[in-house]
């Protein structure tokens, strides 16, 4: 099975500024996505990140806010850009396993905007 | 994606069977049914997938309508590390790792008494 592994477990940010939370696998593999989770809430997908092109966002999240970065197929990085209380969350990454079976996922980034 | 509706939250004993259940009316033939569990603080963990038949692995059982429009998780016998949310999502069979982002509603979350 994959492992994937996230950087950093969890930071408390000023508003304003912007993070960067990187997501590495131990395996190559074709998509990788990222996930929201506000407190109390189930998981929301904010985007697909391809190797070579650009990332494919859902409704309501864009690239000027969550610009990501995916320069080969182990490794990307998604950035939570001029961040406000609202931002505070989890951040999770995932990506599927070769035979597309199952997804792993990383343990998270847990934010907090004050 | 095609919806699914889970119980809100169940309980179970230490040591008994729990069967999580699902409803999934609108599936269509290419449809898998993925669950997965979160536990406390942790990203989502792959549990268990299915067509059409009933599927057994380590972690759990998955049965399977005729009709396909439910199913039921099946944890032989709960332990104290079951508790989680329990998610049951539809993933589209068709179009390989791109049809792997996951769509995740509320779940169900489980606790297990002692």
């Known amino acids: 099975s994959a492992v994937i592994s996230q950087k950093p477990s969890r930071d408390i940010c000023q508003r304003g500024t912007s993070l960067t939370i990187q997501c590495q696998v131990d395996?190559?593999?074709?998509?990788m996505f990222w996930y929201r989770q506000q407190p109390g809430q189930s998981l929301t997908l904010i985007a697909t990140a391809n190797q070579g092109s650009e990332a494919t966002y859902e409704s309501g999240f864009v690239i000027d806010k969550f610009p990501i970065s995916r320069p080969n197929l182990t490794f990307s990085t998604l950035t939570v850009s001029n961040m406000s209380p609202e931002d505070s969350s989890i951040y999770l990454c995932?990506?599927?396993?070769?035979?597309?079976?199952?997804?792993?996922f990383g343990q998270g980034t847990r934010l907090t905007v004050v | 994606d095609a919806k699914t509706t889970q119980p809100n939250s169940m309980e179970s004993n230490e040591e008994e069977p729990v069967h999580l259940p699902c409803n999934h009316s609108t599936i269509s033939g290419t449809d898998y049914i993925h669950w997965y569990r979160q536990l406390p603080s942790q990203g989502p963990e792959y549990v268990i997938h299915g067509l059409t038949s009933n599927v057994n692995n380590r972690m759990a059982s998955l049965a399977i309508a005729e009709d396909r429009k439910s199913s039921t998780l099946i944890l032989h016998r709960a332990t104290l590390r079951d508790a989680a949310v329990y998610y049951c999502i539809l993933r589209d069979g068709a179009g390989g790792g791109s049809n792997y982002k996951l769509t995740f509603g509320k779940g169900t979350l489980l606790t297990v008494n002692p």
């Open positions: 395996s190559q593999v074709t998509m």
């Open positions: 995932s990506g599927p396993e070769q035979l597309n079976t199952e997804a792993f």
